[in-house]
């Protein structure tokens, strides 16, 4: 079934330490996307793709990178996590329909950094 | 920069009542702009843009360009309709999108 998969769902760790955000879509989308959004609180760009090879920072400044070797995947890396970090990150793909573009979000993995 | 103003935190009404989640935006050139929605424990999904004129779910919004408004109107609410609203633009030529802080409709019965 054609979808965007993120994982994981929610994960807790240790100040310092290097997580991977995984997120996977199976709709043939060039456009990927992540969007930050801390409880409460409005979402926010922080990295785009819109092909292999093509990364761009969003309006958000991160400490995050992302990197797009396959169209399908478009991991999150965070080197050294701090509690700054806590957050929701949510992965989203698109597909430049005829009548605009169309946006489809994962379902977001949930942060904690303690 | 743009930016998408949703006023109202919290909006609560009665089933069968009408409702009208307010967005404005903030945007020098002409946007795209669009209404998305989380229902509990789902994930953000499109409910509709202004740019296909659609009517989803009974709600509708129209682009008012001189108030640069775009409001989510139903006349009658739902006790379905409860979730979490974003209003979100995307600039011309773009396909990145800037949201709202959103709005939580409460429909009681």
């Known amino acids: 079934e054609a979808d965007i998969y993120q994982t994981p769902r929610y994960l807790v760790i240790g100040t310092g330490k290097k997580i991977t955000l995984e997120c996977s879509q199976t709709?043939?989308?060039?456009?990927m996307y992540w969007y930050q959004q801390d409880p409460g609180m409005e979402l926010h760009l922080i990295h785009y793709?819109?092909?292999?090879?093509?990364?761009e920072k969003g309006d958000l400044s991160s400490e995050s990178t992302v990197s797009r070797i396959r169209t399908e995947h478009f991991p999150l890396t965070l080197e050294s996590a701090r509690p700054s970090h806590t957050s929701q990150y949510l992965c989203?793909?698109?597909?430049?329909?005829?009548?605009?573009?169309?946006?489809?979000f994962g379902e977001g993995s949930w942060l904690t950094v303690v | 920069a743009q930016r998408v103003t949703q006023p109202e935190k919290l909006l609560s009404v009665f089933k069968g009542a009408p409702v009208e989640l307010k967005c404005n935006y903030s945007?020098?050139?002409?946007?795209?702009l669009f209404w998305y929605v989380q229902y509990s424990r789902q994930r953000l999904q499109l409910l509709l843009r202004?740019?296909s004129r659609e009517s989803i779910k009974g709600f509708t919004a129209d682009l008012n360009k001189g108030e640069t408004s775009f409001h989510l109107k139903k006349p009658f609410a739902q006790e379905e309709d409860s979730a979490m609203y974003y209003c979100?633009?995307?600039?011309?030529?773009?396909?990145?999108?800037?949201f709202g802080k959103g709005t939580m409709l409460l429909v009681s019965p």
């Open positions: 945007y020098s050139g002409s946007p795209e």
């Open positions: 202004h740019i």
């Open positions: 979100a633009l995307s600039r011309t030529g773009y396909s990145t999108l800037t």
């Open positions: 989203a793909s698109s597909d430049p329909g005829g009548l605009g573009n169309t946006i489809y």
């Open positions: 709709m043939g989308h060039d456009k």
């Open positions: 793709s819109y092909g292999v090879n093509s990364t």
